[in-house]
């Protein structure tokens, strides 16, 4: 199955315009995607209960003591304890997110070699099975292991699912089947906090992350390679085509290499202020709510919830991404999303002071934050011809990760430069800083717009 670019316009809602085929592929790899974000969430909710047990302690009540023992720790020891539990939960993502940013590439080029289908079902089960391996983790090198080689399935999972849909869909449908398969990444969110929820052992969560590996044997003999990568390989081995995720080609032609300057630097800004500012929100709500003495109950609540509310406003963000893309063009709906993205963080890391301000501010960050993501997962695919689609999509959306992944650092780094100069005794103000500071990663992306091809109402790109 493939697009259909010659035929005109039907009237009619898109979804009219989609066969039992194509509503199988988006539901197959939206599920993927879903799954995928599912991990990133119980990996996030999780890695500080992991690493603590595996570093040799517990927690009893806001105290760590010996693990497995009911032993004291003095308050040097106490505070040694937490700064190596910080400093390894910080590791652990940065390494996670490098896994992310390398399986992309890689599995981005197989995409293209291998063939879309096939690539999207590996990297599940790579991304399945090291989820459940995490569960078995002794120490912490093996769990930083196992989290990087899950990051890669993760990362390669989403240029071949974009690319493969993009392929399969009818073109007026292309824009909102991506922006449903990047909206309905929120419900993989927002699953993996509900399974933090039901289960209070760290390893028996990550066990569950092996389900979507049976998606894998159910789906793996339906699924088919779309009509214009097999025509791309056939070309290739008849000597008519060009090579198929040649990184050197799209590096070296001019036309291809100013389409992946572009891309990346749209994706460096929205990925850096995502994971650079956006995720911290959970630090934002106990650092807020602490000062006002609420329990560590009442904020684990609190946050959970404005969490929650995140997630929900991000699905409606990238929807709305998806409809706007389709109807006023990929350019304009950058546009927006670039600056509700840097309003919602500054008004949020600049103001939240309440848990009332908890559940609008954060549901809003999430409309705002995630907004652009939908225009990743449309754009991408629409900047390259069949045989570097997936190579120059994974390249783009994962090499700002390899920036992001030291978000946690530098963040942390800007903290004591503004609690240097602030002083000790402003509070929370150095963080509300330094996430400011980093919030104008957006400017980037509005920089960059001006000079980025439209391709709304434009077939894929070959030749």
């Known amino acids: 199955m493939t697009s259909d670019i010659s035929s005109p316009t039907p009237a009619g809602p898109w979804y009219r315009e989609l066969n039992s085929y194509h509503w199988f592929v988006l539901i197959v790899a939206a599920l993927g995607w879903l799954f995928d974000c599912m991990d990133q969430r119980i990996f996030m909710v999780t890695r ?4 603590t047990e595996l570093l040799g302690y517990q927690a009893k009540g806001k105290d760590l003591v010996v693990l497995g023992t009911e032993e004291p720790l003095s308050a040097s020891q106490q505070e040694i304890g937490r700064e190596n539990i910080a400093w390894y939960s910080g590791l652990a993502t940065a390494i996670f997110m490098l896994g992310w940013a390398t399986g992309g590439l890689i599995f981005g080029i197989t995409g293209d070699r291998w063939g879309r289908a096939k690539t999207m079902l590996l990297t599940i089960l790579i991304y399945s099975l090291f989820t459940g391996l995490t569960a078995l983790s002794q120490h912490t090198w093996d769990f930083m292991i196992y989290r990087f080689i899950t990051g890669m399935g993760v990362g390669g999972e989403f240029a071949a699912g974009v690319s493969l849909l993009a392929e399969v869909m009818p073109s007026r449908a292309r824009p909102y089947a991506l922006g449903a398969l990047q909206a309905l990444s929120a419900f993989g969110n ?35 390679e779309p009509e214009s990568w097999q025509l791309a390989v056939r070309e290739k081995k008849e000597g008519v085509g060009d090579g198929m995720g040649s990184l050197g080609e799209m590096l070296h032609n001019p036309r291809w ?3 992946t300057i572009i891309g990346v630097l749209l994706a460096l800004s929205g990925v850096i202020g ?9 630090e934002l709500v106990t650092n807020t709510l602490r000062a006002q003495n609420f329990s560590a109950e009442e904020i684990n609540r609190i946050r959970a919830w404005g969490t929650a509310l995140q997630d929900v406003g991000a699905f409606f963000g990238i929807y709305v991404f ?6 006023v063009g990929r350019r304009w ?10 309003a919602a963080t500054c008004l949020v890391f600049g103001t939240l002071n309440s848990e009332s301000d908890v559940y609008w501010m954060l549901p809003l960050l999430g409309f705002c934050n995630l907004m652009v993501f939908g225009g990743y997962a449309i754009y991408f695919p629409e900047l390259y011809p069949t045989r570097l689609r997936s190579t120059g999509t994974g390249f783009c959306y994962n090499v700002a990760r390899y920036l992001a992944a030291f978000g946690p650092f530098t963040l942390g780094y800007l903290v004591i430069f503004y609690g240097n100069m602030l002083g000790t005794s402003s509070g929370d103000t150095p963080f509300r800083y330094a996430t400011l500071t980093v919030a104008t990663i957006y400017l980037l992306g509005l920089a960059v717009l001006p000079f980025a091809p439209e391709t709304k109402g434009k077939p894929l790109p070959e030749g």
């Open 190 to 224: 927002i699953s993996g906090s509900l399974l933090s929820w039901a289960f209070s052992n760290w390893r028996h969560l990550f066990l569950v992350g092996i389900v979507p590996a049976l998606m894998v044997i159910l789906v793996r003999r339906r699924l088919q």
């Open 257 to 259: 290499r100013y389409h």
């Open 48 to 51: 500080q209960r992991a690493l």
């Open 274 to 282: 995502l994971w650079g500012v956006g995720f911290w929100t959970f």
């Open 322 to 327: 998806s409809l706007m893309a389709a109807r």
């Open 333 to 342: 709906a950058f546009a927006l999303g670039f600056v509700l993205a840097l």
